[in-house]
C-alpha cells in the first residue's frame, strides 16, 4: 500500500494567482498522477508525472496551465496557473493503478477561485 | 462519451436497508474493475478489485459483482449505517494500460 499526503487541502484563491499543490508518498513510485474532479462528474486525468522527464499530459490540458514538478520518486506538484472560477475544482494525486496493482490517492485539494 | 456509467446517480436510504448501485462499462480489452469510497473531503479509498475471472468479492458488509460477459458489475451494502455517506465510484482500467476510466459515482445518503 502506499500512504499519500497532499496539501493544502482546501483553499480560496483570487482569480489570476497560481497555487501549487504538494504530493507527498511514503515510498518510491514510477508514475504520479494528477486527476481534477468537478462537481457531479468523473475524474479526470490531467497529467502524468514521471521522476527525470517532463510530465505527459491529456488532451484539454497544458503545461504553461498546469505545470508540474517531479523531482524525486516521493514528490511531486501540480501548479494552476493563472486561475479563473472556472478551475473551481478537486484536485488528486494518485500512484499506482495500472493493471493489477492498487491506486492510491491523496485527500484531495478543495480550490475554489474568486 | 464516458466509458463507464454509474446508475442511479445518488440515493437516499434509511439505516439499516440494503442497496444496490450499478455500473456499466464499455472499456475494451478488461483488466479489471475497482470499487471507491469517497467521502466528502476525502480522496477515494478502494473497496473492491476484481479481474475478468472474478464475479463476486465482498469487503464487509460490501459485496461487488462483475458480469463481464455483459460488462456490468454491481455494488451492494447490505444493513446500511450512516458512515456509508458518500459517493461510491467504478472504475476500470485497460490491458497494458496505466490509465484508469472513471464512473461520475453514485452519492448514497443513508438517514437514521
Known amino acids: 500500500s502506499a500512504v499519500i499526503s497532499q496539501k493544502p487541502s482546501r483553499d480560496i484563491c483570487q482569480r489570476g494567482t497560481s497555487l501549487t499543490i504538494q504530493c507527498q508518498v511514503d515510498?518510491?513510485?514510477?508514475?504520479m498522477f494528477w486527476y481534477r474532479q468537478q462537481p457531479g462528474q468523473s475524474l479526470t486525468l490531467i497529467a502524468t508525472?514521471?521522476?527525470?522527464?517532463?510530465?505527459?499530459?491529456e488532451s484539454g490540458f497544458v503545461i504553461d496551465k498546469f505545470p508540474i514538478s517531479r523531482p524525486n520518486l516521493t514528490f511531486s506538484t501540480l501548479t494552476v496557473s493563472n486561475m479563473s472560477p472556472e478551475d473551481s475544482s478537486i484536485y488528486l494525486c494518485?500512484?499506482?493503478?495500472?493493471?493489477?496493482?492498487?491506486?492510491?490517492f491523496g485527500q484531495g485539494t478543495r480550490l475554489t477561485v474568486v | 462519451k464516458n466509458q463507464v456509467e454509474q446508475s442511479p446517480q445518488s440515493l437516499i436510504i434509511l439505516e439499516g436497508k440494503n442497496c444496490t448501485l450499478q455500473?456499466?462499462?464499455?472499456?475494451?480489452?478488461?483488466?479489471?474493475l475497482r470499487w471507491y469510497k469517497q467521502d466528502t473531503g476525502r480522496g477515494p479509498v478502494s473497496l473492491t478489485i476484481?479481474?475478468?475471472?472474478?464475479n463476486t468479492k465482498s469487503n464487509g458488509r460490501y459485496t461487488a459483482t462483475l458480469d463481464a460477459d455483459t460488462k456490468q458489475s454491481s455494488l451492494h451494502i447490505t444493513a446500511s449505517q450512516l458512515s456509508d455517506s458518500a459517493s461510491y465510484i467504478c472504475?476500470?482500467?485497460?490491458?497494458?494500460?496505466?490509465?484508469?476510466?472513471f464512473g461520475a459515482g453514485t452519492t448514497v445518503t443513508v438517514r437514521a
Open positions: 494518485s500512484v499506482g493503478g495500472p493493471e493489477r496493482t492498487e491506486a492510491f
Open positions: 515510498s518510491q513510485v514510477t508514475m
Open positions: 508525472a514521471n521522476q527525470g522527464s517532463e510530465a505527459t499530459y
Open positions: 455500473c456499466n462499462y464499455t472499456v475494451s480489452p478488461f483488466s479489471n
Open positions: 476484481m479481474t475478468f475471472s472474478e
Open positions: 472504475v476500470v482500467s485497460q490491458t497494458n494500460d496505466y490509465k484508469l476510466s
